[in-house]
């Protein structure tokens, strides 16, 4: 039989890869589409080696996400010819009228021809390149030879040092992505809680010998049945969102873009409610589901951590009744200690405050959090105990935001504060704003702590100068939490928030004059920010309105904190030393009206002098 022509291929392939795509229309199982994908893309090499023959004893193996069997529809196509000697003339002949004729067929295609001795060298120096092996696949040719470089490369394998290189690894690329899941246009591949961290999971798994699918490290107890449960319904969610992005875009595309994400909705079939468009209801889903990505993979890689790296019997140190050290993590003394005293849920993390030595949780305690975490219900929330351990928390003098991030990713907080359970993942459509709405707080939180850092001075002097001042600063953190809780309700956010800071403060027994403080903070968060920016701060009305408004300079002082705070926690492009010294000057205005003195157009014009001249004079 004759071997068809490059055109037949084509078209062949074409034809295939079309209707795996229509068939996903009606099944919409992505897992399905991407093994159809795969087939026809061996179909198509296979068809085109009957003409364009490999050099003799060589194979033809595909690697990476084309190897593992998952071909997206605008993925590329990572193959790699296997060399059973070092080539000569006719065989880079063969190798190049090979490859133009893959290039015909439209396949988007990444290659390399190697022989084993150098799949070897290049793996000992590239992690990617050794982790793409892994998931090598023969699709033709010499069959031998592709197992022997698969024993070849399980044998060289250091379990532990291949651990290090991937979480590494996985650091560097979160960082790459501002260390969140949460960012408006968030990368469903590459983003912290996206496809690229359960892969990362998959492959210290089977370098461990643990397993190649989530069932079998689920059997050999790395995963509990929930768990296991949880990650495949993810990993199926991201995979079918990536896939709609391809197809829509037309054209490889992981980020979750704006100009997508309507389109997105629609094929989804949001609709929209009262207050929320389809698109955000899209996202929250999408961040929900990140969310439990980074849950599972910080709790499984400590626990692959812990087990390729066993501690020394005898190396735990009590702390209290409930908790001990275990190589400066903090661990639980009994599995089901949680169980037994919900009220522990809280106290770990006051407890990971007050111990300084201590640098992490073990994957023993994250995993009991997050499956007792359905114990914070509303006898939780009512119980004394509960509360006084939440305030302590914030009134702690280091690790209030390592605290709020890790509750927060342990889905603590949210369940705590179910008003901020609101807010997680909820977008925000301005042009300020680069994080989610619960994100954005916690970076407001975060900034607020700097201020009271002495290695932060420079960067915000009157900021750590003022924090150092004010009675009881604690109480702006509550005010950080509340000031952007009701967004996403409809209503004027800040009235609605307010009412629910109140609410909290009377709950967790702050004292009149700091619940009205914090009261005041949310409903005017904004307000200061208005001034500064839009109002004429040489015109003494505006100045005097501004200070009767505010009323006292303790108020004056929290509300410029939370406002400077704020600015910068939206995006790190939105604050600039414009908006600093508009501030600032609208505060120091402000205080001399506070202390009686009467403002005129030349009080700002003599400031600016005066400053002018001290920069001539340094």
Request: glycine share 6%; net charge positive.
């Amino acid at each position: 039989m004759d071997a068809p022509a490059p055109s037949q291929i084509r078209q062949r392939f074409d034809r295939r890869r079309g209707e795996a795509i229509t068939g996903f229309r009606t099944h919409q199982r992505p897992d399905i589409l991407l093994s159809a994908l795969r087939r026809v893309t061996d179909q198509a090499l296979r068809e085109t080696l009957r003409q364009f023959p490999l050099p003799e004893g060589a194979a033809l193996a595909a690697v990476g996400g084309y190897g593992r069997g998952e071909l997206y529809p605008y993925s590329d196509i990572d193959i790699l010819i296997l060399l059973e000697r070092e080539p000569d003339s006719e065989d880079r002949l063969k190798l190049e009228q090979l490859i133009a004729a893959l290039w015909d067929l439209g396949l988007d295609l990444g290659h390399s021809v190697r022989l084993i001795a150098d799949c070897k060298r290049e793996a000992d120096n590239d992690i990617t390149i050794e982790t793409a092996l892994m998931e090598l696949r023969w699709i033709a040719g010499n069959k031998p030879l592709v197992r022997e470089l698969v024993q070849t490369m399980r044998r060289r394998q250091d379990v532990q040092g291949f651990f290090q290189a991937k979480r590494a690894e996985m650091t560097q690329r979160h960082a790459r992505h501002a260390d969140t899941p949460y960012a408006l246009e968030p990368n469903c591949k590459e983003a912290p809680g996206g496809l690229r961290d359960l892969l990362t999971l998959r492959w210290i798994a089977q370098a461990a010998g643990v397993g190649n699918t989530w069932k079998e490290i689920a059997d050999s107890g790395m995963l509990t049945p929930s768990e296991h449960r949880a990650l495949r319904r993810a990993e199926l969610a991201f995979k079918r969102l990536r896939i709609e992005l391809h197809l829509l875009a037309g054209r490889r595309e992981d980020r979750v873009l704006f100009d997508l994400q309507p389109a997105l909705a629609d094929v989804y079939g949001f609709e929209a409610s009262k207050n929320r468009r389809p698109s955000e209801l899209l996202m929250q889903r999408y961040y929900w589901a990140a969310r439990v990505v980074s849950q599972l993979t910080t709790i499984l890689m400590q626990a692959f951590e812990e087990r390729l790296f066993p501690v020394p019997e005898g190396s735990s140190k009590l702390i209290d009744d409930d908790f001990c050290q275990v190589q400066n993590r903090l661990d639980i003394r009994r599995a089901d200690e949680f169980e037994r005293k919900p009220t522990l849920l809280l106290r770990a993390f006051l407890v990971m405050q007050q111990n300084p030595e201590l640098t992490g949780l073990s994957a023993r305690i994250m995993r009991a959090m997050w499956h007792s975490r359905k114990r914070i219900d509303g006898q939780f929330r009512a119980n004394p105990v509960n509360r006084y351990t939440f305030i302590q928390i914030l009134q702690q003098p280091r690790g209030i935001v390592h605290a709020l991030r890790r509750m927060t990713m342990l889905n603590i907080l949210p369940r705590y504060l179910p008003e901020f359970r609101r807010i997680v993942g909820q977008m925000q459509h301005d042009l300020f704003h680069a994080y989610t709405v619960d994100q954005h707080t916690l970076m407001v939180i975060r900034n607020l702590r700097r201020f009271t850092m002495p290695e932060h001075a420079q960067e915000y002097p009157l900021a750590s100068q003022l924090i150092a001042e004010l009675d009881r600063h604690w109480i702006l953190y509550i005010a950080a939490l509340y000031h952007d809780i009701a967004k996403g309700r409809g209503g004027d956010h800040s009235e609605l928030g307010a009412e629910d800071a109140r609410r909290f403060c009377v709950d967790h027994q702050i004292s009149p004059e700091d619940t009205d403080l914090v009261e005041f903070l949310v409903r005017e968060h904004l307000t200061m920010s208005r001034y500064a920016q839009k109002r004429d701060l040489t015109d003494p009305d505006v100045i005097t309105e501004f200070a009767r408004r505010v009323g006292t300079e303790r108020r004056l002082t929290a509300l410029y904190l939370l406002t400077v705070a704020d600015i910068r926690g939206t995006s790190p492009k939105v604050w600039n030393a414009w908006k600093g010294k508009l501030l600032e000057d609208l505060y120091r205005l402000t205080i001399a009206v506070l202390g009686g003195a009467q403002p005129d157009r030349g009080t700002v014009l003599a400031m600016r002098r005066e400053e002018a001249s001290a920069e001539i004079r340094r």
